[in-house]
């Protein structure tokens, strides 16, 4: 195995030979490196065997200048594991200058490694030479820099930065980044509630939960209208496979003919050109009937939950109470005034569900409940027993009259409750559709008549108080009296004597009350008119009420003034005249008229209704003297009112006998009436009567009608009989 370079050799007669690094060097090549003869400083080249080439030529050193011009030369061997030569870097440039001298004594050269050079071949069959790989030894300062060729090197092309390159990515994938981020964030917490609603209600199914409508009771809690569950049938025409065969089979269920139905199940468009998947068949069935239809499953019928209302007496207090439509608005009557308060408020269910056969709630999905609010119930002022015979007597007085109409009014004492308003015709509430509009009607309220004789009271009630008479008051009467171009005769002729005021009102003496009145004063008697209630509406809760109308002053004319006094020219409401006669028996307070006592909340809490208007007309002396003449209408003899009187009761009141005026004009026949109040001497109840018959026959009705309503009232609400004896004598004539 070949020996390294530097490595000591030992020649063959045993001594040790060292090599350049060697420190222990022969002096006589010291010597030269001092005296500066030669090329290599402080070096000698030794061949592989460890002999210099010198010797193994057997030749004399060379001259510094030739030794250091030399290059080593290689073997014709080629032996790419020859050592190379180790020679001192040290004489190159002075070499290249020609100079001989070597490097100063005492310095040290550096050592360096370099390929040996071989002549190339031709054929190349040797290998290129060997690059140096040893590095060059640092320059020294004190010597002068070797001389280079001045070739300047080529300038490298300019390549882009990468650093910059790195910088624009990074800052473009950040950036890309946020914008998806920011995105993300806008879509799972600014717009995921639109995103997820779009979704949601694309499978969310509504199904209404309609809130119960409240009930109307009378004062007693009696129920007059309430609402009961029920059901409604229902098509989809899009299912249906037979028509015919299936409204055959439901006709006789829900008692509607074949060929109705049949219309309804036939397919129709829509406004939008869609085809209609819904129609109503019945509404308002009765539970077994709705079971009995479902058990037939018929293709494309269904039933649903429904509300029905139910009137248990038909046509009791029919004319106050209304009806409702089948969607439960209220139509008419009470029920259409207070309709807001009884409907409620219906509830939701919003669910999601699957479709097809799947259609059912989703567990976990989106359920939403808003529960129905219930409506709230009225508790009237009526009294259903009173309404009932009330309504019965007028009826039955009513079944001889043809065109007729009638209407009766029970008010109580002193709270101005309404017990009982009765209309003649009527109509069964819970069947509203196939009745007449008339027989609708609430007579009571809408029924404007001139009263007639039954005014009078209030242009004596306004005397009294004005002190223009006084109960002792006697006046000569005339058989008649004129007013402008008309003459106003009495039916009871005087024959000019002198007449007590209780006498005036026994006979309604026309001329006797014209005659207080041109003492009374136009404007006064206006005034008074007003205060009675005449000319409004008195607000009791019908709607539709008429107001009335009371003659304003720049409108009389001379007839006008014998007219107005005894009820003509004058439009008023039975309600009305009933509510001036009740103020009356209220020792002179007007109290409105009210058919509302309280409402009953959804919750069962109790509100009452609003106070009732009051206001004072008369003083309670003129009030109770007032009474008591007016009880000389059903006591003196030939008087107006005896069939009016109630046996074992004291009765004031007074008749009447006016015209029905529509749109201006007079209508046929006249309107008679008679209101009371009883016991007189302590009035607990004022009713009133009024009938317009064609024929003229309603004074044989009206008196005999009171008395029956009046007898019935006293005795359903037990009061006693008035004390015998206690009812005063009147003289008509006084000596």
């Not at 129920?223 to 006709?251: C, W």
Request: proline residues 10%; contains cysteine; glycine residues 10%.
């Amino acid at each position: 195995m070949p020996r390294r370079s530097d490595e000591p050799r030992r020649d063959p007669t045993g001594t040790r030979r060292g090599s350049s690094r060697d420190t222990g060097a022969t002096e006589g090549e010291s010597r030269a490196d001092e005296a500066g003869i030669g090329g290599i400083s402080g070096a000698r080249a030794y061949t592989p065997r460890g002999r210099t080439v010198r010797e193994e030529r057997g030749t004399p050193p060379r001259s510094v200048g030739a030794e250091q011009r030399r290059t080593p030369r290689s073997t014709r061997s080629g032996d790419p594991f020859r050592p190379a030569l180790q020679v001192l870097d040290g004489g190159r440039a002075a070499a290249r200058s020609g100079r001989r001298d070597a490097p100063a004594a005492g310095r040290g050269g550096v050592v360096r490694t370099v390929a040996p050079r071989a002549p190339r071949d031709p054929g190349g069959d040797e290998p290129p030479p060997r690059r140096r790989t040893t590095p060059r030894a640092p320059r020294r300062a004190d010597r002068p820099a070797a001389r280079r060729p001045s070739r300047k090197p080529p300038r490298p092309p300019k390549l882009a930065d990468s650093r910059l390159r790195l910088r624009l990515s990074t800052a473009l994938t950040l950036t890309l980044f946020a914008v998806i981020g920011i995105r993300l964030i806008f879509l799972q917490a600014v717009d995921a509630p639109a995103y997820a609603g779009g979704g949601v209600a694309d499978r969310t199914q509504k199904v209404e939960l309609p809130a119960p409508r409240g009930a109307i009771y009378d004062r007693f809690g009696e129920p007059l209208a309430r609402s009961v569950e029920a059901r409604y049938v229902f098509a989809d025409p899009t299912k249906i496979e037979d028509v015919p065969g299936t409204a055959k089979a439901l006709s006789p269920l829900l008692g509607i003919p074949v060929s109705k139905l049949s219309e309804l199940m036939k397919p129709r468009k829509l406004e939008g050109g869609t085809t209609s998947t819904f129609a109503y068949l019945a509404r308002g069935v009765e539970i077994p009937t709705a079971k009995q239809v479902t058990a037939l499953d018929l293709p494309g019928i269904g039933v649903h939950r429904d509300e029905r209302r139910e009137v248990p007496g038909g046509d009791l207090a029919a004319n106050l109470i209304g009806f409702t439509s089948p969607d439960m608005d209220g139509l008419e009557g009470l029920e259409a005034r207070y309709d807001d308060l009884l409907a409620g408020q219906d509830g939701r269910r919003v669910y999601e569900a699957g479709l097809g056969d799947l259609n059912a709630p989703i567990p976990g999905g989106y359920s939403k409940t808003t529960p129905a609010k219930p409506g709230s119930s009225l508790t009237l002022t009526i009294d259903r027993d009173l309404q009932f015979k009330c309504q019965q007597i007028l009826s039955r007085a009513m079944s001889t009259q043809h065109g007729a109409t009638a209407a009766a009014v029970v008010i109580e004492i002193p709270s101005g409750e309404v017990l009982a308003q009765v209309s003649d015709p009527t109509y069964d509430a819970a069947k509203p559709l196939s009745s007449d509009p008339v027989a609708r009607e609430d007579a009571a309220t809408t029924f404007v008549v001139d009263p007639g004789s039954v005014h009078k009271a209030i242009t004596y009630g306004a005397a009294l108080q004005e002190g223009v008479i006084t109960p002792d008051t006697t006046l000569p009467i005339a058989n008649s009296i004129k007013k402008g171009d008309t003459w106003f005769p009495d039916t009871h002729p005087a024959n000019g004597k002198r007449m007590s005021i209780p006498g005036m009102l026994a006979y309604s003496s026309n001329v006797g009350t014209i005659t207080i009145a041109d003492l009374l004063g136009r404007d006064r008697l206006i005034d008074y008119q007003k205060r009675f209630g005449l000319g409004q509406p008195t607000g009791e809760g019908v709607p539709g009420e008429a107001s009335g109308r009371v003659l304003p002053a720049n409108e009389w004319s001379k007839s006008s003034e014998g007219s107005v006094p005894i009820g003509h020219s004058v439009d008023a409401t039975p309600l009305q005249m009933a509510a001036a006669y009740a103020a009356i028996a209220n020792n002179g307070t007007y109290v409105q008229p009210h058919l509302v006592k309280e409402t009953i909340g959804p919750d069962g809490k109790r509100t009452p209704a609003p106070a009732p208007v009051t206001r004072s007309v008369l003083s309670p002396q003129n009030a109770v003297a007032l009474r008591t003449m007016l009880e000389a209408v059903t006591t003196v003899d030939n008087a107006t009112g005896l069939k009016a009187a109630v046996p074992g009761y004291r009765v004031a009141g007074k008749t009447g006998t006016g015209l029905r005026m529509v749109d201006g004009e007079k209508q046929p026949g006249e309107v008679s009436s008679f209101i009371g109040m009883a016991p007189a001497e302590n009035p607990r109840y004022v009713i009133a009567v009024f009938v317009y018959a064609p024929d003229f026959g309603g004074a044989a009705i009206a008196g005999p009608a009171f008395r029956d309503m009046m007898q019935f009232t006293l005795r359903h609400y037990r009061v006693p009989p008035s004390a015998a004896g206690s009812a005063p004598k009147f003289v008509v004539f006084p000596r």
